[in-house]
């Protein structure tokens, strides 16, 4: 799923994309076993219904990162909002040029 334009003007954005993420992860885990069954199960393991597992869950494994990068960009977009911008002099950052750290004298 794509993240467009109207998703991060909407309050409930952050909602739905946590309910997708989990959603997802419900997907992963089922699928996760499916693959799991498909290799262990019979010897020698169902090559085709192994081939179906995994292109199933490399699928779902491309939507949750999808949607999990989506929620990263809402949350830090709704950071930015909410935190009232700061600016900090370099001189606070930096050390002064004299200033040198001297080896503690622990035994």
Not at 33 to 54: G, I, R, W
């Amino acid at each position: 799923m794509i993240c467009n334009e109207n998703e991060s003007s909407s309050p409930d954005s952050m909602k739905h994309k946590k309910s997708e993420l989990r959603l997802y992860c419900d997907l992963l885990m089922q699928q996760a076993h499916m693959v799991k069954e498909a290799a262990c199960k019979q010897k020698p393991p169902d090559v085709e219904k192994l081939e179906e597992a995994t292109t199933l869950l490399s699928a779902t494994c491309d939507s949750f990162i999808e949607t999990l990068e989506a929620c990263s960009k809402l949350a830090h977009e709704q950071f930015q909002v909410d935190m009232p911008s700061t600016h900090t002099s370099d001189a606070v950052i930096r050390p002064t040029k004299n200033h040198k750290l001297q080896p503690s004298n622990s035994t």
